[in-house]
């Protein structure tokens, strides 16, 4: 904060002079701002990191009777949400080396019931994007990479955000981008 504190104080009385506590033009400007930083189309901010991966998957329309694959190792909000829109969490083990899903590992694990793919960005560290996209497309099925601890990360120069159908963001203030309070973001 100190660093950048005329920065955020000046933000901070904008929009308290607004009086556009939610939504308006402040998070407009965030939302475009980010999806040209994410290397994504769109963005649209959320509640939480949890509400953006809850969101995605409503959007691509996964529900009861769905399968969606996730990483065995990953924090809780990612299984949460698969549970909260009614589908069945199929875990797969990450590879050793990098703790990420990869296209081999999904494709083992895909049934008639795959919806779609929730994949991670673990700590930093981008997924097999290439594997894994190479693998939804094949079958047809949607991937949502959670992005909530990759702000900024790339794969070949770029932007995590590209690659995927949807990714779900955090800004959680632990985060690498946090907010003051919690927040998040989809973008596609």
């Known amino acids: 904060y100190a ?12 929009v308290m002079t607004s009086g556009w506590y939610l939504l308006g033009p402040e998070l407009e400007a965030f939302e475009a701002a980010y999806a040209a930083y994410s290397g994504a189309a769109t963005c649209a901010g ?36 698969v549970s909260a829109v009614g589908a069945t969490v199929v875990p797969v083990e990450p590879d050793d080396d ?25 700590y930093g560290r981008p997924a097999d994007v290439a594997g894994i996209d190479a693998v939804g497309r094949r079958h047809g099925i949607p991937v949502v990479y959670d992005g909530a601890q990759a702000h900024g990360a790339t794969v070949d ?31 596609g």
Request: charged fraction near 15%; charge should be negative.
């Open 157 to 187: 120069g770029r932007p995590v955000g590209e690659f995927g159908d949807l990714t779900a963001w955090s800004f959680y203030p632990g985060k690498n981008l946090g907010a003051f309070a919690d927040g998040g973001a989809v973008t």
């Open 46 to 81: 959320v509640g939480s990191g949890l509400d953006a991966l809850v969101l995605s998957l409503r959007v691509l329309d996964v529900g009861p009777g769905d399968e969606v694959i996730v990483p065995s190792n990953t924090y809780i909000a990612t299984w949460l949400a």
């Open 3 to 14: 660093s950048l504190s005329d920065e955020i104080d000046a933000a901070y009385r904008r």
């Open 98 to 122: 990098t703790f990420n899903l990869t296209g081999e590992g999904v494709s083992a694990a895909i049934t008639p019931r795959t919806a779609a793919v929730v994949a991670v960005h673990l």
